[in-house]
């Protein structure tokens, strides 16, 4: 049975999440032809079921307890014309090398979740973007209009959320295919890492490591262990839970528990511009059981962290809320303390998750949104340094990346320099570490687990 959000999430005196203000949706110009799509996605089959959000759960729980570190990353923007298995498949094998290293390093379980199959929709600082006197609304996803700067193009379109499921439902499919299918072995993605190490400039730093886990797993070949884990891995999606007629139309009655679950995903985030306290997107994630995030940026309130956590972990359980911190490389050691401070002494076990990206963007001189692989490390590091100086535990890290060779962030081992940002700046919206990037990223953090 299919039951809209709407209809059963809120109980006589709890505002439906319809009634509150949500910001960052879309202006469609004609809602009878909204309403159609969003009956017809209504009707669509779960793209995930309610025992896999259930699943990711307790995986997070043992994040928010110190027992295990979470590997969240993907495009900042999927884009429907990069739905294929070349650009799935990269993206892929580079958070299986990234999780590979830190498994090793940190010597608990990775928890794979990709910012992928449903991570089309963009919250943008201005409703509109001018070029050359030209002022048309902004792009903000391909879930809602065109990228290409024309008036056409930027009128939201429903249709767009229907092709955002099939995109998301095609993405999935291979996923699963890659993940269980024998591509995803331990060793397979062993070896990619040492072909890593071998061919880039900044491999040999990492040789050392890479050594140490070619004698781990030829010592347990050598006992004759051979455990299913090294060739299939569990790996689930997530994206932010911005559009909510979308996501609504997702969300779906479990028949076993009676509960509703958002099954787009299996993880949904509130974004840093929709987090607000008294709105429907806080409203929407309080209604649903799948394990949710939030992004806390800068201006971040310890009260507000705290508000946050009463309206959407009111039991208190771990794994269900995940706190994920972009402060920005030059400021995380002045205001995460806090922050961590005071949830910790709520009682509260959230799992603590930085995002060292979107505190850490600026202008290039050529007009490119870019960053610094040194500002992304920074923070990372700031973070580690905070929850090492507080006995918390550093719960993992959540990136914009790609397996492709791309330029859109600078420096990194292959060092990627602002002139030549132009190159192949390919990305739908914000800037995405390349391939090699994302594995420097691993190794230096594996670095820092055990330094
Ligand atoms: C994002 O994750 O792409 C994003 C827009 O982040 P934030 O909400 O933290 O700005
Ligand atoms: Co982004």
Same mark, same amino acid.
């Given at each position: 049975?299919?039951?809209?959000?709407?209809? =059963?999430?809120?109980?006589?005196?709890? *505002?439906?999440?319809?009634?509150?203000?949500?910001?960052?949706?879309?202006?469609? *110009?004609?809602?009878?032809?909204?309403?159609?799509?969003?009956?017809?996605?209504?009707?669509?089959?779960?793209? !995930?079921?309610?025992?896999? &959000?259930?699943?990711? +759960?307790?995986?997070?729980?043992?994040?928010?307890?110190?027992? @295990?570190?979470?590997?969240?990353?993907?495009?900042?923007?999927?884009?429907?014309?990069?739905?294929?298995?070349?650009?799935? +498949?990269?993206?892929?094998?580079?958070?299986?090398?990234?999780?590979?290293?830190?498994?090793?390093?940190?010597?608990? *379980?990775?928890?794979?979740?990709?910012?992928?199959?449903?991570?089309?929709?963009?919250? /943008?600082?201005?409703?509109?973007?001018?070029?050359?006197?030209?002022?048309?609304?902004?792009?903000?996803?391909?879930?809602?209009?065109?990228?290409?700067?024309?008036?056409?193009?930027? !009128?939201?379109?429903?249709?767009?959320?229907?092709?955002?499921?099939?995109?998301?439902?095609?993405?999935?499919?291979?996923?699963?295919?890659?993940?269980?299918?024998?591509?995803? #072995?331990?060793?397979?993605?062993?070896?990619?890492?040492? #072909?890593?190490?071998?061919? =880039?400039?900044?491999?040999?730093?990492?040789?050392?490591?890479?050594?140490?886990?070619?004698?781990?797993?030829?010592?347990?070949?050598? &006992?004759?262990?051979?455990?299913?884990?090294?060739?299939?891995?569990?790996?689930?999606?997530?994206?932010?839970?911005?559009?909510?007629?979308?996501?609504?139309?997702?969300?779906?009655?479990? =028949?076993?528990?009676?509960?509703?679950?958002?099954?787009?995903?299996?993880?949904?985030?509130?974004?840093? /511009?929709?987090?607000?306290?008294?709105?429907?997107?806080?409203?929407?994630?309080?209604?649903?059981?799948? *394990?949710?995030?939030?992004?806390?940026?800068?201006?971040?309130?310890?009260?507000?962290?705290? @508000?946050?956590?009463?309206?959407?972990?009111?039991? /208190?359980? $771990?794994?269900?809320?995940?706190?994920?911190?972009?402060?920005?490389?030059?400021?995380?050691?002045?205001?995460? $303390?806090?922050?961590?401070?005071?949830?910790?002494?709520?009682? @509260?076990?959230?799992?603590?998750? &930085?995002?060292?990206?979107?505190?850490?963007?600026?202008?290039?001189?050529?007009?490119?949104?870019? /960053?610094?692989?040194?500002?992304?490390?920074?923070?990372?590091?700031?973070?580690?340094?905070?929850?090492?100086?507080?006995?918390?535990?550093?719960?993992?890290?959540?990136?914009?990346?790609?397996?492709?060779?791309?330029?859109?962030?600078?420096?990194?081992?292959?060092?990627?320099?602002?002139?030549?940002?132009?190159?192949?700046?390919?990305?739908?919206?914000? $800037?995405?570490?390349? +391939?090699?990037?994302?594995?420097?990223?691993?190794?230096?953090?594996?670095?820092?687990?055990?330094?």
């Amino acid at each position: 049975m299919t039951v809209n959000a709407d209809s =059963s999430t809120t109980s006589a005196t709890a *505002p439906s999440w319809r009634d509150l203000p949500a910001a960052q949706q879309p202006d469609y *110009p004609d809602p009878t032809a909204l309403r159609a799509v969003t009956q017809e996605l209504e009707a669509y089959p779960p793209l !995930v079921f309610a025992g896999e &959000c259930d699943q990711l +759960r307790t995986r997070l729980a043992a994040v928010a307890r110190g027992e @295990a570190f979470l590997l969240q990353g993907g495009d900042c923007a999927e884009a429907f014309d990069q739905v294929s298995a070349d650009q799935i +498949r990269a993206k892929l094998k580079t958070l299986l090398q990234m999780s590979a290293v830190l498994t090793y390093a940190a010597s608990v *379980p990775v928890v794979k979740v990709g910012r992928i199959a449903g991570q089309y929709s963009k919250p /943008r600082s201005k409703p509109t973007e001018t070029r050359d006197g030209l002022t048309l609304p902004s792009y903000r996803g391909d879930s809602v209009n065109g990228a290409e700067f024309t008036a056409a193009a930027r !009128v939201p379109d429903p249709e767009r959320l229907r092709r955002m499921y099939h995109a998301s439902a095609a993405t999935l499919n291979l996923v699963r295919g890659f993940t269980t299918g024998g591509y995803a #072995d331990l060793r397979q993605v062993h070896a990619w890492n040492q #072909d890593f190490v071998r061919t =880039s400039a900044s491999g040999q730093r990492y040789e050392a490591l890479a050594r140490e886990i070619d004698n781990a797993l030829n010592f347990m070949k050598a &006992c004759g262990a051979d455990p299913a884990e090294f060739h299939s891995v569990e790996f689930y999606a997530s994206h932010e839970a911005l559009l909510l007629d979308y996501e609504a139309a997702l969300t779906r009655t479990d =028949s076993r528990s009676g509960k509703l679950y958002d099954v787009s995903g299996h993880m949904v985030w509130i974004g840093e /511009r929709t987090r607000q306290l008294d709105g429907a997107h806080v409203a929407f994630a309080a209604g649903i059981r799948n *394990p949710v995030g939030v992004k806390l940026g800068p201006t971040t309130a310890p009260e507000e962290a705290l @508000a946050l956590i009463d309206r959407l972990d009111p039991e /208190r359980e $771990p794994g269900r809320l995940t706190f994920i911190t972009r402060m920005g490389a030059d400021r995380v050691r002045d205001l995460l $303390p806090a922050l961590v401070e005071r949830v910790t002494a709520s009682g @509260a076990q959230v799992a603590w998750v &930085c995002d060292p990206m979107h505190g850490n963007t600026f202008e290039a001189a050529s007009g490119h949104k870019t /960053r610094r692989f040194d500002d992304v490390l920074d923070e990372v590091k700031g973070f580690f340094e905070v929850h090492k100086g507080l006995g918390t535990h550093p719960g993992g890290i959540h990136v914009e990346l790609t397996g492709d060779d791309v330029t859109e962030c600078v420096g990194g081992g292959d060092e990627i320099f602002v002139d030549d940002l132009h190159q192949r700046y390919e990305t739908a919206c914000d $800037p995405r570490l390349n +391939r090699s990037q994302s594995l420097d990223l691993a190794f230096l953090v594996a670095e820092m687990y055990r330094s």
